[in-house]
Protein backbone atom coordinates (compact mmCIF):
# COMPACT_ATOMS: atom_id res chain seq x y z
CA UNK A 1 0.00 0.00 0.00
CA UNK A 2 1.16 3.35 -1.32
CA UNK A 3 1.81 5.59 2.05
CA UNK A 4 -0.80 7.89 3.29
CA UNK A 5 -3.83 5.94 2.67
CA UNK A 6 -3.87 5.74 -0.87
CA UNK A 7 -5.58 2.56 -1.42
CA UNK A 8 -8.21 4.17 1.29
CA UNK A 9 -11.95 4.08 -0.60
CA UNK A 10 -12.62 6.87 -2.56
CA UNK A 11 -16.03 8.30 -2.05
CA UNK A 12 -16.87 5.71 -0.04
CA UNK A 13 -16.88 3.48 -2.68
CA UNK A 14 -13.73 1.20 -3.87
CA UNK A 15 -14.40 -1.13 -7.21
CA UNK A 16 -13.62 -5.06 -6.13
CA UNK A 17 -10.03 -5.90 -6.87
CA UNK A 18 -9.10 -2.48 -7.90
CA UNK A 19 -6.33 -0.22 -5.59
CA UNK A 20 -7.26 3.69 -6.58
CA UNK A 21 -4.02 5.57 -5.78
CA UNK A 22 -5.33 8.36 -4.04
CA UNK A 23 -3.71 12.63 -4.37
CA UNK A 24 -0.66 13.09 -2.42
CA UNK A 25 -0.83 16.70 -3.72
CA UNK A 26 -0.70 18.95 -6.66
CA UNK A 27 1.94 19.45 -9.07
CA UNK A 28 4.11 21.78 -8.44
CA UNK A 29 5.32 23.66 -11.61
CA UNK A 30 8.57 24.68 -10.13
CA UNK A 31 9.53 21.43 -8.92
CA UNK A 32 7.66 19.33 -11.65
CA UNK A 33 9.17 16.06 -12.16
CA UNK A 34 12.58 16.13 -10.90
CA UNK A 35 11.95 17.05 -6.89
CA UNK A 36 8.07 15.63 -6.88
CA UNK A 37 8.91 12.22 -8.24
CA UNK A 38 6.58 10.44 -6.15
CA UNK A 39 4.24 12.63 -5.69
CA UNK A 40 4.14 13.65 -9.45
CA UNK A 41 3.71 9.86 -10.37
CA UNK A 42 1.00 9.21 -7.78
CA UNK A 43 -0.75 12.60 -8.39
CA UNK A 44 -1.07 11.38 -12.59
CA UNK A 45 -2.06 8.08 -11.49
CA UNK A 46 -4.87 9.23 -9.22
CA UNK A 47 -6.40 11.45 -12.05
CA UNK A 48 -9.80 9.13 -12.95
CA UNK A 49 -7.54 6.48 -13.79
CA UNK A 50 -8.09 2.86 -11.27
CA UNK A 51 -5.54 0.28 -12.01
CA UNK A 52 -5.81 -3.26 -11.72
CA UNK A 53 -2.82 -4.41 -9.82
CA UNK A 54 -2.87 -7.70 -11.09
CA UNK A 55 -2.67 -6.52 -14.46
CA UNK A 56 0.69 -6.83 -16.52
CA UNK A 57 0.12 -2.87 -17.29
CA UNK A 58 -0.92 -2.14 -13.16
CA UNK A 59 2.64 -3.67 -12.64
CA UNK A 60 4.56 -1.43 -14.76
CA UNK A 61 3.08 1.46 -13.52
CA UNK A 62 3.78 0.49 -9.91
CA UNK A 63 7.37 0.34 -11.28
CA UNK A 64 7.29 4.11 -12.80
CA UNK A 65 5.96 4.87 -9.16
CA UNK A 66 8.84 2.97 -7.62
CA UNK A 67 11.56 4.08 -10.19
CA UNK A 68 10.33 7.86 -10.10
CA UNK A 69 10.76 7.65 -5.81
CA UNK A 70 14.14 6.49 -6.25
CA UNK A 71 14.78 8.90 -8.54
CA UNK A 72 14.23 7.34 -12.26
CA UNK A 73 15.53 8.87 -15.20
CA UNK A 74 13.14 8.25 -18.71
CA UNK A 75 16.12 5.83 -19.69
CA UNK A 76 15.54 4.07 -16.71
CA UNK A 77 11.61 3.99 -17.00
CA UNK A 78 12.23 3.12 -20.93
CA UNK A 79 13.74 0.19 -19.68
CA UNK A 80 11.85 -0.77 -17.93
CA UNK A 81 8.68 -0.88 -20.72
CA UNK A 82 11.21 -1.79 -23.45
CA UNK A 83 13.58 -4.25 -21.64
CA UNK A 84 15.11 -5.22 -25.25
CA UNK A 85 15.07 -1.95 -26.59
CA UNK A 86 17.91 0.24 -28.04
CA UNK A 87 20.06 2.06 -25.80
CA UNK A 88 19.79 5.15 -28.67
CA UNK A 89 15.95 5.33 -27.84
CA UNK A 90 17.05 7.52 -25.12
CA UNK A 91 18.23 10.07 -26.99
CA UNK A 92 16.15 12.82 -28.90
CA UNK A 93 16.09 11.97 -32.51
CA UNK A 94 15.48 14.57 -35.00
CA UNK A 95 13.34 13.03 -37.71
CA UNK A 96 11.00 14.68 -40.27
CA UNK A 97 7.01 13.63 -39.82
CA UNK A 98 4.47 13.53 -42.53
CA UNK A 99 1.07 15.09 -40.65
CA UNK A 100 -1.31 13.81 -43.18
CA UNK A 101 -5.02 15.46 -43.57
CA UNK A 102 -6.82 13.22 -42.43
CA UNK A 103 -10.30 14.24 -40.22
CA UNK A 104 -10.23 13.75 -36.27
CA UNK A 105 -12.66 15.25 -33.31
CA UNK A 106 -11.65 16.87 -30.45
CA UNK A 107 -12.84 16.60 -27.11
CA UNK A 108 -15.34 19.55 -28.06
CA UNK A 109 -17.23 17.20 -30.83
CA UNK A 110 -15.51 19.72 -33.38
CA UNK A 111 -13.93 17.65 -36.37
CA UNK A 112 -10.67 19.65 -38.10
CA UNK A 113 -8.27 18.46 -40.77
CA UNK A 114 -5.14 17.43 -39.01
CA UNK A 115 -2.42 19.07 -41.67
CA UNK A 116 -3.91 21.75 -42.64
CA UNK A 117 -6.72 23.26 -39.63
CA UNK A 118 -4.78 22.15 -36.87
CA UNK A 119 -0.80 21.68 -37.34
CA UNK A 120 -1.40 24.55 -40.02
CA UNK A 121 2.05 26.83 -38.97
CA UNK A 122 1.74 25.67 -35.54
CA UNK A 123 4.62 24.33 -33.41
CA UNK A 124 3.28 21.11 -31.79
CA UNK A 125 3.81 18.78 -28.96
CA UNK A 126 2.13 15.73 -29.48
CA UNK A 127 1.45 12.73 -27.79
CA UNK A 128 -0.35 9.35 -28.24
CA UNK A 129 -2.36 7.86 -25.24
CA UNK A 130 -5.96 6.16 -24.70
CA UNK A 131 -8.39 6.58 -22.01
CA UNK A 132 -8.47 3.49 -20.56
CA UNK A 133 -4.89 3.29 -20.10
CA UNK A 134 -3.48 1.90 -16.55
CA UNK A 135 0.42 2.41 -17.49
CA UNK A 136 1.93 5.20 -18.95
CA UNK A 137 -0.79 7.35 -20.41
CA UNK A 138 -1.56 9.47 -17.06
CA UNK A 139 2.03 10.25 -16.48
CA UNK A 140 2.27 11.44 -20.37
CA UNK A 141 -0.98 13.35 -19.53
CA UNK A 142 0.83 14.75 -16.82
CA UNK A 143 3.73 15.84 -18.17
CA UNK A 144 1.75 17.55 -21.00
CA UNK A 145 -0.58 19.63 -18.50
CA UNK A 146 2.55 20.80 -17.31
CA UNK A 147 3.67 21.78 -20.87
CA UNK A 148 0.67 23.55 -21.12
CA UNK A 149 1.24 25.57 -18.38
CA UNK A 150 4.45 26.67 -18.99
CA UNK A 151 5.19 26.50 -22.51
CA UNK A 152 4.69 30.21 -24.03
CA UNK A 153 1.76 30.74 -26.46
CA UNK A 154 3.76 32.07 -28.98
CA UNK A 155 7.16 31.38 -30.35
CA UNK A 156 7.41 32.72 -33.29
CA UNK A 157 4.85 30.66 -33.86
CA UNK A 158 2.14 29.57 -32.49
CA UNK A 159 2.62 26.64 -30.17
CA UNK A 160 -0.27 23.38 -30.25
CA UNK A 161 -0.75 20.71 -27.70
CA UNK A 162 -2.20 16.87 -29.45
CA UNK A 163 -3.18 14.23 -27.54
CA UNK A 164 -4.09 11.82 -29.97
CA UNK A 165 -5.96 8.50 -29.31
CA UNK A 166 -4.75 5.42 -30.26
CA UNK A 167 -8.14 3.42 -29.45
CA UNK A 168 -10.57 5.14 -31.33
CA UNK A 169 -13.07 2.59 -31.62
CA UNK A 170 -13.65 3.26 -27.56
CA UNK A 171 -12.18 6.70 -27.31
CA UNK A 172 -15.20 8.30 -29.00
CA UNK A 173 -15.55 12.14 -28.44
CA UNK A 174 -17.54 12.22 -25.50
CA UNK A 175 -14.97 9.57 -23.98
CA UNK A 176 -12.23 11.88 -24.51
CA UNK A 177 -13.92 14.86 -23.47
CA UNK A 178 -14.56 13.57 -19.99
CA UNK A 179 -10.69 12.17 -19.58
CA UNK A 180 -9.41 15.48 -21.17
CA UNK A 181 -11.35 17.14 -18.10
CA UNK A 182 -9.17 15.47 -15.96
CA UNK A 183 -6.22 17.77 -16.27
CA UNK A 184 -7.86 20.78 -17.40
CA UNK A 185 -6.53 21.41 -21.01
CA UNK A 186 -6.31 25.23 -22.38
CA UNK A 187 -7.71 26.08 -25.89
CA UNK A 188 -4.48 25.10 -27.48
CA UNK A 189 -4.46 21.83 -25.92
CA UNK A 190 -6.75 19.50 -28.60
CA UNK A 191 -7.68 15.54 -27.03
CA UNK A 192 -8.34 14.47 -30.87
CA UNK A 193 -9.97 10.68 -31.97
CA UNK A 194 -11.44 9.60 -35.18
CA UNK A 195 -12.45 7.08 -37.53
CA UNK A 196 -9.37 3.82 -36.76
CA UNK A 197 -8.48 4.29 -40.58
CA UNK A 198 -7.21 7.77 -39.98
CA UNK A 199 -5.60 7.11 -36.86
CA UNK A 200 -3.82 4.43 -38.58
CA UNK A 201 -2.72 6.86 -40.72
CA UNK A 202 -1.37 8.96 -38.52
CA UNK A 203 0.52 6.37 -36.68
CA UNK A 204 1.64 5.73 -40.09
CA UNK A 205 2.84 9.52 -40.86
CA UNK A 206 4.98 9.69 -37.69
CA UNK A 207 6.87 6.39 -38.27
CA UNK A 208 5.17 3.94 -35.41
CA UNK A 209 2.77 1.28 -35.41
CA UNK A 210 0.42 -0.26 -32.26
CA UNK A 211 -0.04 -4.00 -32.71
CA UNK A 212 -0.82 -3.81 -29.19
CA UNK A 213 -2.17 -0.74 -26.90
CA UNK A 214 -2.19 -2.07 -23.89
CA UNK A 215 2.07 -2.63 -24.49
CA UNK A 216 2.51 0.86 -26.63
CA UNK A 217 5.39 2.56 -26.15
CA UNK A 218 5.83 6.20 -25.23
CA UNK A 219 6.29 8.71 -27.93
CA UNK A 220 6.19 12.04 -27.63
CA UNK A 221 6.61 14.55 -30.84
CA UNK A 222 8.30 18.25 -30.68
CA UNK A 223 8.31 20.15 -34.00
CA UNK A 224 7.51 22.50 -36.77
CA UNK A 225 4.42 21.03 -38.41
CA UNK A 226 5.14 23.25 -41.56
CA UNK A 227 9.04 22.21 -42.14
CA UNK A 228 7.92 18.96 -40.58
CA UNK A 229 10.99 18.28 -38.90
CA UNK A 230 10.82 16.89 -35.45
CA UNK A 231 11.89 15.45 -32.30
CA UNK A 232 10.56 12.22 -31.55
CA UNK A 233 11.22 11.05 -28.16
CA UNK A 234 10.65 7.60 -26.90
CA UNK A 235 11.24 8.01 -23.18
CA UNK A 236 9.36 10.10 -20.75
CA UNK A 237 10.49 13.42 -20.99
CA UNK A 238 9.59 16.24 -18.50
CA UNK A 239 8.25 19.38 -19.15
CA UNK A 240 11.50 21.43 -18.83
CA UNK A 241 13.08 19.19 -21.82
CA UNK A 242 9.94 19.32 -23.88
CA UNK A 243 9.89 23.23 -23.87
CA UNK A 244 13.46 23.37 -24.36
CA UNK A 245 13.05 21.86 -27.71
CA UNK A 246 10.30 23.66 -28.87
CA UNK A 247 12.46 27.21 -27.39
CA UNK A 248 15.02 25.22 -30.67
CA UNK A 249 12.86 26.22 -33.59
CA UNK A 250 12.55 30.04 -32.19
CA UNK A 251 16.79 30.23 -32.64
Known amino acids: MVAGGCCAPRGGRQAEGNCALSAC ?7 YWRTERLAFAIDALDRGFVMNITSRTGMIALGFVALLAAGGTGAALNA ?3 PNAAADL ?3 AERPVNLPNVKLTDQNGIQHALASEIAGNALLVVNFNYTSCESICPIGN ?3 QAVDKEAPADLGKPVK ?3 ITIDPNTDTPAVIREASSQFDPSGRWLWLTGNPEDVQAVLSGVGTSVPDITLHAPLTLVGDAASGQFYSIRTLPD ?4 VAL ?3 FHQ
Open 239 to 242: ANEV
Open 25 to 31: GHLRRAA
Open 142 to 144: AMM
Open 246 to 248: LAK
Open 161 to 163: LLS
Open 80 to 82: LLM
Open 90 to 92: TSF
